[in-house]
Antibody
Framework: QVQLQESGPGLVKPSETLSLTCTVS????????WSWIRQPPGKGLEWIAY???????NYNPSLKSRVSISIHTSTNQFSLKLSSVTTADTAVYYC??????????WGQGTLVTVSS | EIVLTQSPGTLSLSPGERATLSCRAS???????LAWHQQKPGQAPRLLIY???RRATGIPDRFSGSGSGTDFTLTISRLEPEDFAMYYC????????FGQGTRLEIK
């Protein structure tokens, strides 16, 4: 049974870089596609990016200039970096497994607050 | 970018009733790459339907999806108490996008 667990700082200062890691168990990151999706408090879902098993990437055009996603096969993890954050980036961040942009299995999510 | 608009914003029904949720795309969704996700308060979303009409693993058959092109529908044939939640449609073509959601609440 695949399980995904997000980890990283729960508080990030404005203008700094948000860094999150998703640890995958029950599956290999050498298979499928791996996504990050976020949800501001009380709002809807926003797709951020996905990375494929061979390292190919696709980014939300509205975030592309600030986002980087990468896969780490040696540790069976993948990660997200979002630079120059503002309070608008405060959200629950989910990692997910799927096919291209389709999320079939979701992690439980982690709240990241941007505040000084 | 294909934008998705869901309607209604809120749907109030009673257990046992039929629910019909709509998702309209700003342009045709290629290959019917349209999914529906359910989210309960404090939980991660869960995939219900993909490819417009295929049920995900373990999803009860009271959930069904239909549609093509720009108009898609999620139908719940007989509402169970655990079905009251938020529902999001998602297109997963070249630039994935989620609709704003429909809240299904108990009348």
């Amino acid at each position: 049974q695949v399980q995904l667990q997000e980890s990283g700082p729960g508080l990030v200062k404005p203008s700094e870089t948000l860094s999150l890691t998703c640890t995958v168990s029950g599956a290999s990151v050498n298979d499928y596609y791996w996504s990050w999706i976020r949800q501001p408090p009380g709002k809807g879902l926003e797709w951020i990016a996905y990375v494929s098993f061979n390292g190919g990437t696709n980014y939300n055009p509205s975030l592309k200039s600030r986002v980087s996603i990468s896969i780490h096969t040696s540790t069976n993890q993948f990660s997200l970096k979002l630079s120059s954050v503002t309070t608008a980036d405060t959200a629950v961040y989910y990692c997910a497994r799927g096919h291209q942009g389709l999320a079939t299995y979701w992690g439980q999510g982690t709240l990241v607050t941007v505040s000084s | 970018e294909i934008v998705l608009t869901q309607s209604p914003g809120t749907l109030s029904l009673s257990p046992g009733e039929r629910a019909t949720l709509s998702c309209r795309a700003s342009q045709s969704v290629s290959s019917n790459f349209l999914a529906w996700h359910q989210q309960k308060p404090g939980q991660a979303p869960r995939l219900l339907i993909y490819d417009a009409s295929r049920r995900a693993t373990g999803i009860p058959d009271r959930f069904s999806g239909s549609g093509s092109g720009t108009d898609f529908t999620l139908t719940i044939s007989r509402l169970e108490p655990e079905d009251f939640a938020m529902y999001y449609c998602q297109q997963y073509g070249s630039s994935p996008f989620f609709g704003q959601g429909t809240r299904l609440e108990i009348k």
